[in-house]
Nanobody, 118 residues
Framework: QVQLVESGGGLVQPGGSLRLSCVAS????????MAWYRQAPGKQRELVAV??????????NYRDSAKGRFTISRDNPSNTVYLQMNSLKPEDTAVYYC?????????WGQGTQVTVSS
């Protein structure tokens, strides 16, 4: 019954920006950490960013290549987690997924495609 729906992906030129959104349902959203992952064709899925539970998230963490460019945030009243991506590079091209953390069963969304190309 848990559902995660990502949106906001698209085609953008290098140096451009996108904001991804993930809306959760079927879960007490505010109680759980949330994360963004990405997967390029032929490569393993990798963690991009994590945000803690609570109204202000409590903590955030980013993979090194995303630090200073990406910002993860959440809005608990709307059950939404965001990923603001600035200064995008071709190597950021991937399908981006959101995930509920700290639960026994992994819950994934369907993903949203991000393509960075000139």
């Amino acid at each position: 019954q848990v559902q995660l729906v990502e949106s906001g992906g698209g085609l953008v030129q290098p140096g451009g920006s996108l904001r991804l959104s993930c809306v959760a349902s079927g879960i007490a959203f505010r109680l759980y950490p949330m994360a963004w992952y990405r997967q390029a064709p032929g490569k393993q899925r990798e963690l991009v960013a994590v945000i803690g539970s609570g109204d202000n998230g409590g903590y955030t963490n980013y993979r090194d290549s995303a630090k200073g460019r990406f910002t993860i945030s959440r809005d608990n009243p709307s059950n939404t987690v965001y990923l603001q991506m600035n200064s995008l590079k071709p190597e950021d091209t991937a399908v981006y997924y959101c995930k509920v953390e700290s639960v026994r069963t992994p819950y994934w969304g369907q993903g949203t495609q991000v393509t960075v190309s000139s």
